[in-house]
T-cell receptor, first 113, second 115 residues
Framework: AQSVTQLGSHVSVSEGALVLLRCNYS??????LFWYVQYPNQGLQLLLK??????LVKGINGFEAEFKKSETSFHLTKPSAHMSDAAEYFC???????????FGTGTRLTVIP | EAGVVQSPRYKIIEKKQPVAFWCNPI?????LYWYRQNLGQGPELLIR????????DSQLPKDRFSAERLKGVDSTLKIQPAELGDSAVYLC?????????????FGEGSRLTVL
């Protein structure tokens, strides 16, 4: 069964500081991995995704994530937080050949001025 | 290009009342999804359509929930009768292709409050 664990339901960082949001997955085979962002009262927007190939994936708004098979992780990072990054972030996994996305419980990012 | 459109954005009803949500996917997207997002949780799939066919409805509570996608475009999700535990955000998403790395595009959601 697919599952996704996001460590830390709330993360606070100062403006300009490193953002690190953690995601671990469980899968019998390497899955496709996604990060979505949800701003208040809005739908989810794709930040980035890992399918195959390069394990370091760059997304929109300066975010990137690295797929580490040995650690079954797909942590999301951004070198310097901006106030506009305050939102809810969801990690999701899809098993290859399957059609359903399984979402983690989300991490709410607060950026402190 | 217009995104996924959902209505209503907000709905407040009393328990045992019916409610319906409407979704218009991105033009040309054959796959349509309904997700439910409870407070503080990630979205969970309720039903997935390939064109007009419901190909995965295993998580849809069929005693009170129903959905349809006539003509393979717009879709409606209905709850009758609503219960207190149905309070959630109902998200519609669509994708050009299903499976693998196909990107899902989400609407803004319909927030349901059952009193």
């Amino acid at each position: 069964a697919q599952s996704v664990t996001q460590l830390g339901s709330h993360v606070s960082v100062s403006e300009g500081a490193l953002v690190l949001l953690r995601c671990n997955y469980s899968s019998s085979v390497p899955p496709y991995l996604f990060w979505y962002v949800q701003y208040p009262n809005q739908g989810l927007q794709l930040l980035l995704k890992y399918t195959t190939g390069a394990t370091l994936v760059k997304g929109i708004n300066g975010f990137e994530a690295e797929f580490k098979k040995s650690e079954t992780s797909f942590h999301l990072t951004k070198p310097s937080a901006h106030m506009s990054d305050a939102a809810e972030y969801f990690c999701a996994v899809r098993k290859t050949g399957a059609n359903n996305l399984f979402f983690g419980t989300g991490t709410r990012l607060t950026v402190i001025p | 290009e217009a995104g996924v459109v959902q209505s209503p954005r907000y709905k407040i009803i009393e328990k045992k009342q019916p409610v319906a949500f409407w979704c218009n996917p991105i033009s040309g997207h054959n796959t349509l999804y309904w997700y439910r997002q409870n407070l503080g949780q990630g979205p969970e799939l309720l039903i997935r359509y390939e064109n007009e066919e419901a190909v995965d409805d295993s998580q849809l509570p069929k005693d009170r929930f129903s959905a349809e996608r006539l003509k393979g475009v717009d879709s409606t999700l209905k709850i009758q009768p609503a219960e207190l535990g149905d309070s959630a955000v109902y998200l519609c998403a669509s994708s050009l292709v299903s499976g693998d790395a196909g990107e899902l595009f989400f609407g803004e959601g319909s927030r349901l409050t059952v009193l």
